[in-house]
């Protein structure tokens, strides 16, 4: 039986890295003074950044254009300000996604006064259209939405289901991209399947146990037809979609009593 589906790793102490003192940041892409001519994007998908951000600190005000730019808060405090007039605090489970579009300024600092950092991934994707009217949006989702399923937190404006309210719940953030972004928290022992509908995907392993080196819970990536591939937190995998009907089989593999994973599965377009 032919594989459907083909890993590529991105393990994580190969990611770009940058230790400001009050940023400790991981770039799966190429950003900044990381440049990497093999990781420069994967289909619509352009930055993965994993940050944690000391208390009281953060990125001050600054430009963005012609991106799509969504925060996924693990923990902490993140103050968001923008152009637009938005200002908000997010906490875990909450998503925010500005499409900046012909133009937007925002800064992003940690809030909390107690000296607990904020860890967030900060994800750029390119949209599908230029010059588009700049937007805003938050989302939030429970643990209990993720825990030991997909839950749909981002999609394609125009996906069934999608709706441009600025606020919600429970329901996807709407993207200008080609991708769709599931969230979920897989228990030891447990499994997931997830139909892949678009021609690439992406797997991101969140790096919750250390923000120094991969460890905590193991996850197995396979595709049922001898394709296969094991990550520790701060992993990723680059996958091929070789079938029309690939399923991606995910499975927490870190043993009894094992840790919780949290990943982030994006299925893109080419």
Known sequence: MCSTLHFVPRRSEERGHADHGWLKTYHTFSFAMYQDPKHQRYGPLRVINEDRVSSLTGFGTHPHREFEIFSYIVSG????????????????????????????????????????????????????????????????????????????????????????????????????????????????????????????????VIQTSSEENAQGAKVKLSDGAGGELVLGEGDGAYVAVNSSSAKLIVENVSGSEGPTAEILLFDLDA
């Open 77 to 204: 405090e993140l103050e968001h300000k923008d152009s637009m007039s938005n200002i908000e605090i997010l906490t875990r489970g909450d998503i925010q996604l500005t499409s900046a579009g012909t133009g937007i300024s925002h800064s992003e600092k940690n809030s909390n006064k107690h000296g607990v950092p904020v860890h967030f991934l900060q994800i750029w994707s390119i949209p599908s259209e230029s010059r588009l009217k700049p937007a805003y949006y938050t989302r939030h989702f429970t643990d209990e939405m993720k825990k030991d399923k997909w839950a749909r937190v981002v999609a394609s404006v125009d996906d069934e289901g999608v709706n441009r309210e600025r606020e919600g719940e429970g329901t996807p953030a709407p993207v200008h991209s080609g991708l769709t972004m599931y969230a979920t928290i897989l228990s030891s022992g447990k499994t997931l399947e997830k139909e892949l509908n678009r021609r690439k995907a992406y797997v991101h």
